[in-house]
């Protein structure tokens, strides 16, 4: 029993045992839209659960049976009764449910489903396998399949700031899920499904990138580091990352080889698919 | 001759009447063994899995039976982790909540509280308990497998657990196969309370004069009856492709053939998933709401609005089984209709939930063990309600699918809700049952040890969830981001001992009120409905005579009866005016 009390520390409990978490540091430029949705959730239901336990904790104390209060014989099953207990259904309906619906609508059509088009939108192809990521660069030409596709190094991803980021994301082997909680980001990747997602970040920095779904015994280690750079960076990362022409090492040897699940996956990459 | 002997008129042998019985009520007990039995179960691999996420990768302490894992060293290895909580949800939902509920209450009060003999099939009924027995030692035996039991998630999505999808050994293909054989016992069952609930209800037993309490039984059981099969038929599908190959939800690189669809898997699940929740949560409700009625000494407020109400948020919990799936990638505009439908619920929902309120209201509320269970689960609920939202909300589940948050969510509705009401209705007609009252100052610490530390590990479970810990990830502290909630994570689990600790004060509180020679009055709670017409022990049969209803369930405080505040059902109001 000893060891439990060891193992407590006290300062935990000082600073933090007992009060709300923040959500982490938001550096996209559509987060704040899921922010302000919990946001809002939180107030609206922290009043309503608040007037609830100041009723029940007003019942409680008014009508309790140690205090003489003789029970009133209705059945509260009159027009009048059923018409308020509905009014306020409807009442809960309307103040939270339809303005959050309204919200995450209006933040769907604006930001999340509305994919970004035109020259300077990055495309990265991501597929995870057991238990780590690849990425895929389309290069130079700006084509996904070619000789020029740039993989680097597996967990790795690099993106520029400031500018739209178009993922397709595809799975080798089990269901995962692609979690940035920096970006508020969360999307499945499930086999023999190309699944498009994007965003945008506002600030430079490496943040965690995450698997959500559970994949198997080493889901906890399937972590990958997302490093937003300056374009100048990002230029320079992936030229270090370019396949070089007279270098036979390149990812090249991997498509021969087809006996071999353990690496990187045979069939990469996939051609782009058009997202409507 | 031997076998005539078995069959015919020898009813007193031991076996016949208290192991192969075919009386509702006996049956029910059976089904409260089990259940408690696993709840204990379930609730030890809780304490392992808050263990490992407060000390990662350290040594278990020999109070948590750190002995199992010697052969790892004394840690929990991530395969270890990965069994626990897929076998914690399994055996939670379908071994420990379901028995205790709708095995127990469902098969003890059924009969008695509509005024019949017993079930309509009651061999079919004991038949659904010795296939819930197989069931469980099926599933108990894929524990003595070399690579354990299945480790998939209580979901059990495929492909990962398809054989392909890298988890060795057979425990997932045994954990298809028990559920499998548990949804047949279910679906035995639903069929048996339904029938009985149609059919055998005495004369004047309308169905809203039926207590609310079986309103929540019979929906669940319609619920049972209509997406167990659905569910049957998924996980057979995915037996067929653990066992002889097929290819029902492989895709890509994992498929020879034309690719099947892991989607498809999910779907089925979750049109089965869904409700399941509901059916979990029904018997609450009703029980919930004729609990505060008796102890309020006040008739339910409006009683066939919250019936009607529970009935409507039966038919919507078929059609919301989407917004478990927001992020897998399915249509965008199934997304948003799923969100409407899901959102509807909270109208119904809040109405009855009003509607407990209300019989609070004006009423003469008595603190009795089982009327702190009931005003608990109203705390509990309220909040397991409201933070749904989140999760219905399309875009903020975004952040939050597959975090803590979810798991702290649909614990306070299906954990903390199903088992204070568990609780309350075990308290409240402990006394009907075995004839003896629980000791009820025993059991006010049990309310408020269990109530405080729920309540502090599950709204801190939605905090780190909050913050963005995902789950079912076996050492958090690999993440940057979540460091910071290694404090967080540790107090999580002492409160989760805490809880543990009030629950084996619960099982001291029934093995020493069972050996107490005080036994309990007849009617102990002065309550309307007919099981307590009947004095312990009820006999096989329940009642002599037909009972004859001729009021509602919740006949309490009239004013026209002098010196008595409640007026049984089976009672005629006449004969009270007149003497």
Same mark, same amino acid.
């Not at chain 2, 196969?177 to 548990?182: D, G, K, R, Y």
């Given at each position: 029993m000893?060891?439990? +009390?060891?193992?407590?520390?006290?300062?935990?409990l000082?600073?933090q045992?007992?009060w709300?978490q923040?959500?982490?540091?938001?550096v996209?430029?559509d987060?704040?839209?899921?922010?302000n949705?919990i946001s809002?959730?939180?107030?609206?239901i922290?009043?309503? +659960?608040?007037?609830?336990v100041?009723?029940?904790?007003y019942?409680? *104390?008014q009508?309790?049976s140690?205090?003489?209060?003789?029970?009133?014989?209705?059945h509260?099953?009159k027009r009048?009764n059923v018409m308020?207990?509905?009014?306020l259904?409807?009442?809960?309906f *309307?103040?939270?449910?339809?303005?959050i619906?309204?919200?995450?609508?209006?933040?769907?059509?604006?930001? *999340?489903?509305n +994919?970004?088009k035109?020259?300077?939108v990055v495309?990265?192809?991501?597929?995870?396998?057991?238990?780590a990521w690849?990425?895929c660069?389309?290069?130079?030409d700006?084509?996904?399949?070619?000789?020029?596709?740039?993989?680097?190094?597996?967990?790795?991803?690099?993106?520029?700031?400031?500018t739209?980021?178009v993922i397709?994301?595809?799975?080798w082997?089990?269901?995962?899920?692609?979690?940035?909680p920096n970006?508020r980001?969360?999307?499945?990747?499930?086999?023999?499904?190309?699944t498009p997602l994007?965003?945008q970040?506002?600030?430079?920095?490496?943040?965690?990138?995450?698997?959500?779904?559970?994949?198997?015994?080493?889901?906890?280690?399937?972590?990958g580091?997302?490093?937003?750079?300056?374009?100048?960076?990002?230029?320079?990362?992936?030229?270090?990352?370019?396949?070089q022409?007279?270098?036979s090492?390149?990812?090249?040897d991997w498509?021969?080889?087809?006996?071999?699940?353990?690496?990187?996956?045979e069939?990469?990459?996939?051609?782009?698919e058009k997202i409507? | 001759?031997?076998?005539?002997?078995?069959m015919?008129?020898?009813?007193?042998?031991?076996i016949?009447?208290? %192991?192969?019985?075919?009386d509702?009520?006996? %049956?029910a007990?059976?089904?409260m063994a089990?259940?408690?039995?696993?709840?204990?179960?379930?609730?030890?691999?809780?304490?392992?899995i808050?263990?490992?996420?407060?000390y990662?990768?350290q040594?278990?302490?020999?109070?948590?039976l $750190?002995f199992?894992?010697?052969s790892?060293?004394?840690?929990?290895?991530?395969?270890m982790y990965?069994q626990?909580f897929?076998?914690?949800?399994t055996i939670?939902?379908?071994?420990?909540?379901?028995p205790?509920l709708?095995?127990?209450?469902?098969?003890?009060?059924?009969?008695l509280?509509?005024?019949t003999h017993?079930m309509?099939?009651?061999?079919?009924?004991m038949?659904?308990?010795?296939?819930?027995?197989?069931?469980?030692?099926?599933?108990?035996?894929s524990?003595?497998l070399?690579?354990?039991?299945?480790?998939?998630?209580w979901?059990?999505?495929?492909p990962?657990?398809?054989?392909?999808?890298?988890i060795?050994?057979?425990?997932?293909?045994?954990?298809t196969?028990?559920?499998?054989?548990?949804g047949?016992s279910t679906m035995m069952?639903?069929?048996?309370?339904?029938v009985?609930?149609v059919?055998?209800?005495?004369?004047?037993?309308?169905y809203?004069?039926m207590?609310?309490s079986?309103?929540?039984?019979?929906l669940?059981?319609?619920?049972?009856?209509?997406?167990v099969?659905?569910?049957?038929a998924?996980?057979?599908?995915?037996l067929?492709?653990q066992?002889?190959?097929?290819?029902?939800f492989l895709?890509g690189?994992?498929?020879? $053939?034309?690719?099947g669809?892991?989607?498809?898997?999910?779907?089925?699940?979750?049109?089965?998933?869904h409700?399941?929740?509901?059916?979990?949560?029904l018997?609450?409700?009703?029980?919930?709401?004729?609990?505060l009625?008796?102890f309020?000494?006040k008739?339910?407020y409006?009683y066939?609005?919250?019936?009607i109400a529970?009935s409507?948020?039966?038919?919507?919990?078929?059609?919301?089984?989407?917004h478990?799936?927001y992020?897998?990638?399915?249509?965008?505009?199934?997304?948003?209709s799923?969100?409407?439908?899901?959102?509807?619920?909270?109208?119904p929902?809040?109405m009855f939930?009003?509607n407990w309120?209300?019989?609070?209201?004006? $009423?003469?509320?008595?603190?009795?063990?089982?009327m702190?269970?009931?005003?608990?689960?109203?705390?509990v609920?309220?909040?397991?309600g409201?933070?749904?939202?989140?999760?219905a909300?399309?875009?903020?589940?975004?952040?939050l699918?597959?975090?803590?948050?979810?798991?702290?969510h649909f614990?306070y509705?299906?954990?903390?809700?199903v088992?204070?009401?568990?609780f309350?209705?075990?308290?409240?007609?402990?006394?009907?049952?075995f004839?003896?009252?629980?000791?009820?100052?025993l059991?006010?610490?049990h309310?408020w040890?269990?109530?405080?530390?729920?309540n502090?590990?599950?709204f801190?479970?939605?905090a780190?969830?909050?913050?963005g810990?995902?789950?079912?990830?076996?050492?958090?502290?690999?993440?940057?981001?979540?460091k910071?909630?290694s404090?967080?994570?540790?107090?999580i689990t002492?409160f989760?001992?805490l809880?543990g600790i009030?629950?084996?004060?619960?099982?001291?509180?029934?093995?020493?009120s069972?050996a107490?020679k005080?036994?309990?009055?007849?009617?102990?709670w002065?309550?309307?409905?007919?099981?307590?017409t009947v004095?312990y022990p009820i006999?096989? $049969?329940?009642? %002599?005579?037909?009972?004859i209803?001729?009021?509602?369930p919740?006949?309490?405080?009239?004013p026209?009866?002098p010196?008595r505040d409640?007026?049984?059902?089976n009672?005629?109001?006449?004969?009270?005016i007149?003497?």
């Open positions: 000893n060891t439990i +009390f060891n193992r407590i520390k006290l300062r935990h000082l600073y045992g007992i709300f923040d959500l982490p540091k938001d996209s430029v987060g704040y839209r899921i922010d949705v809002y959730t939180d107030l609206v922290s009043i309503y +659960f608040g007037i609830v100041a009723l029940l904790v019942f409680i *104390f009508y309790r140690s205090r003489g209060h003789k029970a009133e014989y209705d509260g099953d009048k308020v207990t509905a009014g259904g409807f009442l809960v *309307f103040s939270v449910d339809a303005v619906e309204t919200m995450a609508f209006k933040d769907l059509r604006e930001a *999340f489903w +994919f970004p035109g020259e300077n495309r990265v192809e991501v597929m995870p396998q057991q238990f690849n990425f660069y389309p290069g130079p700006n084509e996904f399949g070619t000789e020029d596709d740039i993989i680097p190094t597996q967990n790795q991803m690099h993106v520029p700031v400031n739209p980021i397709q994301l595809a799975s082997d089990v269901i995962h899920s692609f979690y940035l970006f980001v969360k999307q499945d990747a499930v086999p023999g499904m190309i994007w965003f970040a506002k600030e430079t920095g490496v943040y965690d990138i995450a698997c959500a779904e559970l994949c198997g015994n080493s889901h906890y280690k399937m972590k580091y997302l490093t937003v750079e300056s374009e100048e960076d990002y230029q320079k990362w992936l030229n270090e990352n370019s396949p022409e007279t270098d090492d390149g990812w090249d498509e021969d080889d087809d006996s071999d699940d353990s690496g990187i996956p069939n990469w990459s996939w051609a782009w409507k | 001759m031997g076998e005539n002997k078995m015919g008129s020898n009813n007193n042998t031991i016949s009447k208290y %192991i192969f019985s075919t509702h009520k006996v %049956i007990k059976q089904f089990l259940g408690t039995f696993f709840l204990f179960f379930g609730g030890a691999m809780a304490m392992l808050r263990w490992q996420l407060a990662p990768e040594k278990v302490p020999w109070w948590l $750190g199992i894992f010697e790892d060293g004394g840690i929990i290895t991530p395969d990965n626990l897929t076998m914690h949800g939670m939902i379908f071994w420990a909540i379901t205790l709708i095995g127990t209450f469902g098969n003890f009060l059924i009969p509280q509509i005024g017993d309509a099939f009651p061999k079919l009924n038949f659904s308990f010795w296939t819930m027995f197989l069931a469980s030692l099926v599933l108990l035996s524990y003595i070399p690579n354990g039991a299945a480790s998939g998630g979901t059990s999505y495929p990962l657990s398809s054989p392909s999808g890298g060795p050994g057979l425990g997932q293909t045994i954990w196969l028990a559920l499998i054989i548990m047949v069952g639903a069929i048996n309370y339904i009985t609930v059919r055998l209800r005495t004369p004047g037993m309308d809203f004069k207590p609310l079986i309103w929540g039984l019979f669940a059981s319609i619920l049972n009856a209509v997406f099969p659905v569910i049957a998924g996980l057979i599908l995915l067929l492709d066992t002889i190959g097929t290819e029902f895709a690189r994992l498929a020879s $053939g034309d690719p669809d892991p989607l498809l898997f999910q779907h089925v699940f979750w049109i089965f998933g409700p399941e929740v509901y059916i979990l949560i018997p609450v409700w009703g029980i919930v709401s004729d609990l009625s008796v309020s000494r008739p339910a409006g066939k609005v919250t019936a529970m409507t948020v039966v038919a919507l919990s078929s059609l919301v089984w989407g478990h799936m992020t897998t990638g399915m249509s965008p505009l199934l997304g948003k799923f969100m409407f439908l899901t959102l509807l619920i909270s109208i929902s809040s939930f009003l309120l209300g019989t609070l209201w004006r $009423g003469s509320i008595h603190f009795n063990t089982p702190l269970f009931s005003i608990g689960v109203i705390w609920f309220g909040l397991g409201l933070t749904g939202l989140y999760n909300t399309v875009t903020a589940d975004i952040y699918h597959d975090t803590m948050f979810v798991v702290g614990h509705t299906l954990a903390a809700s088992m204070l009401g568990s309350a209705a075990i308290y409240y007609w402990f006394p009907c049952m004839g003896k009252k629980l000791d009820s100052r059991g006010k610490i309310f040890g269990s109530f405080i530390s729920l502090y590990v599950f801190n479970m939605m780190v969830g909050y913050a810990q995902h789950r079912r990830i076996y050492n958090p502290s690999e993440y940057s981001f979540l910071h909630l404090g967080m994570n540790e107090w002492i989760a001992f809880l009030f629950q084996a004060l619960f099982l001291f509180n029934i093995v020493w069972l107490k005080e036994k309990s009055e007849k009617n102990p002065h309550a309307t409905t007919l099981e307590w004095g006999p096989h $049969g329940n009642f %002599i005579h037909e009972p209803v001729f009021n509602g919740h006949e309490y405080s009239r026209d009866i010196n409640w007026l049984g059902q009672e005629d109001k006449d004969d009270f007149r003497d």
